[in-house]
């Protein structure tokens, strides 16, 4: 028994060790939606960010599942990743309002590690949605497939008026694994990447960070658009209520299976090792 307990305590100091010199992600992230570790499914995708709460299954969980994911640009070539997919209309995340965490932005930053996974389900393809209720409302930020095909547009909202789509020059190949983040400086700039790499910029929007971002879908742009769901698969959502610089967007991109709370982490590993014993 004692030589157990040493064998444990010797990998968990070990794992330890090893999470705090690996967990470098950008700190004070707001939501934090990991596949990889998500009590709530298939009820939820509970936010490990500073917000809280988690965002409910529509009508129906998008699917658990394990594969690789590898994107040469950023040196990643992950074996067994876990991510959500959906596999037909009104499958997403994002319920209604009052279930959704409360995100209040003036400065913000969202990072996508997804890939698309096909055609249209409907008549339009979605992928997610950031905004203040109701969702043609005061302020947000819509993404779209433009044209229902494979390239990612953005819809703004900003003091009470609406934006058409906009192209951002992103482009999802077909069952191609990449990282997507996009910048937005209050009033200033909105920047688009794509694994690590500048695509677009564009000029900024007046936000005012009283007001919640409280719609929130993902895999659609809002709970009543669900039908319209992006026909694709999710590994990790991020948001921060700040502007990332480009170092640390270059962080985020290239620690994505690095990318973990030591708090979260030590937990779950010592748990994995008591259930091994």
């Given at each position: 028994?004692?030589?157990v307990?040493?064998?444990?305590?010797?990998?968990?100091?070990?794992a330890?060790?090893?999470?705090?010199?690996?967990?470098d992600?950008?700190?004070?992230?707001v939501m934090?939606?990991?596949?990889?570790?998500?009590?709530?499914h298939?009820?939820a995708?509970?936010?490990?960010?500073?917000?809280?709460?988690?965002?409910?299954?529509?009508?129906?969980?998008?699917?658990?599942?394990?594969?690789?994911?590898?994107?040469?640009?950023?040196?990643?070539n992950?074996?067994?990743?876990?991510?959500y997919?959906?596999?037909?209309?009104?499958?997403?995340?994002?319920?209604?309002?009052?279930?959704?965490?409360?995100?209040?932005?003036?400065?913000?930053?969202?990072?996508f590690?997804?890939?698309r996974?096909?055609?249209?389900?409907?008549?339009?393809?979605?992928?997610?949605?950031f905004?203040?209720?109701?969702?043609?409302g005061?302020?947000?930020?819509?993404?779209?497939?433009?044209?229902?095909g494979?390239?990612?547009?953005?819809?703004?909202?900003a003091?009470?008026?609406?934006?058409?789509?906009?192209?951002?020059?992103?482009?999802?190949?077909?069952?191609?694994?990449?990282?997507?983040?996009?910048?937005?400086?209050?009033?200033k700039?909105?920047?688009?990447?794509?694994?690590?790499?500048?695509?677009s910029?564009?000029?900024?929007?007046?936000?005012?960070?009283?007001?919640?971002?409280?719609?929130?879908?993902?895999?659609?742009?809002?709970?009543?658009?669900?039908?319209?769901?992006?026909?694709?698969?999710?590994?990790?959502?991020r948001?921060?209520?700040?502007?990332l610089?480009?170092?640390?967007?270059?962080?985020?991109?290239?620690?994505?299976?690095?990318?973990?709370?030591?708090?979260?982490?030590?937990?779950?590993?010592?748990?994995?090792?008591?259930?091994?014993?």
């Amino acid at each position: 028994m004692r030589n157990v307990i040493s064998t444990l305590t010797a990998m968990f100091i070990m794992a330890a060790a090893c999470t705090f010199a690996y967990a470098d992600a950008v700190p004070g992230a707001v939501m934090i939606l990991d596949a990889s570790d998500n009590p709530d499914h298939p009820k939820a995708w509970k936010n490990l960010g500073e917000a809280g709460g988690s965002l409910s299954a529509a009508d129906k969980a998008p699917e658990l599942e394990e594969g690789p994911i590898k994107i040469a640009r950023l040196g990643i070539n992950e074996r067994k990743a876990m991510y959500y997919t959906t596999k037909a209309s009104k499958q997403t995340f994002g319920g209604p309002v009052n279930k959704n965490p409360r995100l209040f932005l003036a400065d913000w930053t969202f990072e996508f590690l997804c890939k698309r996974n096909g055609n249209l389900y409907v008549e339009e393809h979605h992928f997610a949605g950031f905004q203040n209720s109701p969702r043609e409302g005061a302020q947000g930020i819509r993404f779209w497939l433009l044209g229902g095909g494979d390239e990612l547009g953005i819809s703004i909202h900003a003091k009470g008026s609406k934006q058409a789509p906009e192209a951002i020059k992103i482009q999802l190949e077909q069952d191609v694994w990449t990282w997507i983040t996009l910048v937005g400086e209050n009033k200033k700039s909105i920047v688009a990447y794509q694994d690590g790499k500048v695509i677009s910029k564009q000029g900024g929007f007046d936000w005012n960070v009283k007001l919640p971002i409280n719609e929130i879908s993902i895999g659609a742009n809002s709970y009543s658009e669900r039908r319209r769901t992006f026909n694709g698969s999710f590994s990790l959502v991020r948001v921060y209520d700040k502007a990332l610089t480009p170092a640390q967007v270059s962080q985020n991109a290239r620690g994505v299976f690095l990318a973990v709370e030591p708090g979260d982490k030590l937990s779950t590993t010592w748990g994995k090792l008591k259930n091994g014993f």
